[in-house]
């Protein structure tokens, strides 16, 4: 069974950093391309980006280059969301998505609300 | 660009058939993928590959594309089928991007 379990809720101020994260378990991490999805409360999905974990290659959406960062690990089956100064902006939920055959999402995560407030 | 474009909402009596429209000019090369949301839970995807329904997703459920413009209908849309559609869809680089979605109202 695919599983794909994120980190926890966050609270944050402005300014702060942030990485969070989804462990995967159920199918080969390195040869599947993984990634993110944002919805910020109210509104609609965003595709953020994606990961091939087994070279690291990465594919951000147009929105998203150069504001956040996607890394996973191999050795403990996990992808990162990273942020180094967030904003009030960022507050959303988002969710690990693993991409399919067609680069269509096949799996989700359970969503991490990500709140960024002073 | 790569842009999808969907109806804000949508609103059928149960029983009858409502259909979602998502346009955009990649669509004649590119497979649509619908996904729906329920308040509160991640996505479900529910047509794949323009036409297929996933294990476990009712007949009533259906897909088509056409030129630039992908419909997902639901025949016999039943009260359980309530909250927000997506369209998805990918360019040549592997990057995607959804639809605003689509608020299925049925009442």
């Known amino acids: 069974e695919v599983r794909l379990v994120q980190s926890g809720a966050e609270v944050k101020k402005p300014g702060n950093s942030l990485k969070i994260s989804c462990q995967i378990s159920g199918y080969n991490f390195a040869n599947n391309w993984i990634g993110w999805v944002r919805q910020v409360p109210g509104k609609g999905l965003e595709w953020m980006g994606i990961?091939?974990?087994?070279?690291?290659?990465?594919r951000y959406g147009r929105s998203f280059q150069g504001q956040v960062t996607i890394a996973a690990d191999k050795s403990i089956n996990t992808i990162y969301l990273q942020w180094n100064t967030l904003r009030a902006s960022d507050t959303a939920v988002y969710y690990c998505?693993?991409?399919?055959?067609?680069?269509?999402?096949?799996?989700w995560g359970q969503g991490t609300l990500v709140t960024v407030s002073p | 660009s790569h842009e999808l474009t969907q109806p804000p909402s949508v609103s059928v009596s149960p029983g009858q058939t409502a259909r979602i429209t998502c346009s955009g000019d990649?669509?004649?090369?590119?497979?649509t993928f619908w996904y729906l949301q329920k308040s509160g839970q991640a996505p479900v995807l529910v047509i794949s590959e323009d036409n297929k329904r996933p294990s476990g997703i009712p007949e009533r459920f259906s897909g088509s594309s056409s030129g630039t413009m992908a419909t997902l209908t639901v025949t016999g849309a039943q009260v359980d089928d309530e909250g927000d559609y997506y369209c998805?869809?990918?360019?040549?680089?592997?990057?995607?991007?959804f639809g605003g979605g689509t608020k299925l109202t049925v009442l």
């Open positions: 990961i091939y974990p087994g070279d690291s290659d990465t």
């Open positions: 998805f869809s990918t360019d040549s680089s592997h990057k995607g991007v």
């Open positions: 998505a693993r991409s399919g055959r067609y680069f269509e999402i096949d799996h």
């Open positions: 990649v669509l004649p090369k590119r497979l």
